[in-house]
């Protein structure tokens, strides 16, 4: 089976710094993506890492560490409209299929 | 900007009626995937396609659910009969993948009452 885990929910003050982790095993690996979803939305394409190491975007960086199956989003400079459901998804396959961790609810407190 | 449009953007239905989604990817995009999402089981895929071929449905019920790409614009998911659970949002993605990821239509919010 394909397991693609993730923290249920975290809370963090405007302004911070959030990391959110993901860990997966999974039959195959070509590539892992973080998504963001807000409440009622479709989700949206944040970052992409295959290779290891990290990948910066503005505020928010991903990390890939593929040996350990683990890869993090940082979110930095927490603003309220960050918060959202952040979605770790993985690439099993060479042909692109792509399953969805369960997603970690961030809210961003004043 | 370009995007991903589904059809209808809400149905409700009764119970044992037939539904169809509609979804037109991103022109040039070669991978279409189908997601439904619910509280419970989150983003679950449904199927996926390459080029208009079919790769991988093995996430839908067979008995009910079918999915096609009839042509490079459209592509369909049908369910019938419909049943109560499957309420749920629907969503298409389409992309390349890689840097550029895969972009999500705003969903189909399917109630079978």
């Known amino acids: 089976g394909q397991n693609i885990d993730q923290p249920t929910e975290m809370t963090a003050t405007e302004g911070a710094i959030v990391q959110i982790n993901c860990t997966y095993q999974?039959?195959?690996?070509?590539?892992l993506f973080w998504y963001q979803q807000h409440a009622g939305e479709a989700p949206t394409f944040l970052s992409y890492?295959?290779?290891?190491g990290l990948e910066e975007k503005g505020r928010f960086s991903s990390f890939l560490s593929r040996s350990k199956g683990y890869s993090y989003l940082l979110l930095k400079e927490l603003q309220m409209k960050d918060s959202a459901s952040y979605l770790c998804?993985?690439?099993?396959?060479?042909?692109?299929?792509?399953?969805f961790g369960a997603g970690t609810q961030v809210v961003v407190t004043p | 900007d370009a995007r991903v449009t589904q059809t209808p953007r809400h149905k409700v239905t009764e119970m044992g009626q037939e539904v169809t989604m509609r979804c037109q990817p991103i022109?040039?995009?070669?991978?279409v995937f189908w997601y439904r999402q619910t509280m419970m089981q989150g983003l679950e895929l449904l199927a996926y396609?390459?080029?208009?071929?079919?790769?991988?449905d093995s996430g839908m019920p067979k008995d009910r659910f079918s999915a096609e790409m009839p042509d490079a614009t459209l592509a369909t998911l049908k369910i019938q009969p419909s049943e109560p659970r499957d309420s749920a949002v629907y969503f298409c993605?389409?992309?390349?993948?890689?840097?550029?990821?895969?972009?999500f239509g705003s969903g189909t919010r399917l109630t079978v009452v």
């Open positions: 993605a389409s992309g390349s993948g890689g840097n550029y990821g895969y972009t």
């Open positions: 999974t039959s195959g690996f070509n590539g």
């Open positions: 890492n295959v290779l290891d």
């Open positions: 998804a993985v690439t099993t396959d060479s042909w692109g299929k792509l399953q």
């Open positions: 022109l040039g995009h070669n991978t």
């Open positions: 396609f390459r080029n208009r071929a079919p790769l991988d």
